[in-house]
């Protein structure tokens, strides 16, 4: 399995998403510049440009027509996929943090950091479907959590979102109220900051990576825990096969750590486990720094990383891949 060596960042990556069909891959870094890839090898399509600070998030439409991006500069904007045009920008008073389209993508959920004075919050903004109707109004604005949310996603059927973040717990909200629905068990959940999140693709139940060295995977709608995946480095980055029952985990010791280990070896791995047995089944080894963000191809058959070295790694599945038994 040869990796595609993916240059065009100049700066860590902070975040991967394919589109629907698989045949795009778009990346966020702190570089300012959104960056859509050919899916299958690797080429450079183009740049979004227009941010003025880090990108930290993006979601990309169902029809792979609007790009939706939130970024340090505090804002969050909508750009036409296939054009690199902006549409709208949302403007908030912290930095926009995380961002997801709901199913339809008439609502976006973003999240905004703690800032100064101000507290996190969640906000729901109507997404038009003509751009020239856009306003940035929210529909809704969640408050509570402490800390950073770095994951806000849409539960089924958009009634709930799910959030996570600094203070490590899992909270359900309801979509129309705004009212706290459930919080994870603290006893089972997770000890440290909720650095991602990923959903399963039928959308019943999702994975959730941490600094406290593990993934877990909870019911979406019980908020029951079903797997823990320990690993023995702060967990970054995590992702699940639409294809097998495989999650992988990316991440990476702490800075403070990053010297005294040799950093040509190229020791930061990506590592698969098996979903249901919860043993580690291989490991794909090449950053130069921690892994920030992963990505499976919605069919399967790949899947890209992206490093603190700028990097993004694609890895086309060699057909071995697909026949590993434990």
Known sequence: MRPILMKGHERPLTFLKYNRDGDLLFSCAKDHNPTVWFADNGERLGTYRGHNGAVWCCDVSRDSARLITGSADQTAKLWNVQTGQQLFTFNFDSPARAVDFSVGDRLAVITTDPFMELSSAIHVKRIASDPADQVGESALILKGPQGR???????????????????????????????????????????????????????????????????????????????????????NAVAMSPLLDHVVLGGGQDASAVTTTDHRAGKFEAKFYDKVLQEEIGGVKGHFGPINALAFNPDGKSFSSGGEDGYVRLHHFDSDYFNIKI
Do not use: C, M, Q
């Not at 799910?162 to 959940?189: C, F, H, P, Q, Y």
């Open 149 to 235: 949310i770095n994951r806000a996603v849409w539960g089924p059927l958009n009634r709930t979102i799910i959030s996570a973040g600094e203070d490590a717990v899992i909270r359900i909200w309801d979509s129309e109220t705004g009212k706290l629905l459930k919080e994870n068990d603290k006893e089972v959940g997770h000890k440290k900051t909720i650095t991602s999140l990923a959903k399963s693709v039928d959308g019943s139940h999702f994975l959730t990576g941490s600094l406290d060295k593990s993934a877990k995977l909870w019911d979406i709608r019980t908020l029951t825990l079903i797997k823990t995946y320990l690993t023995e480095r702060p967990v």
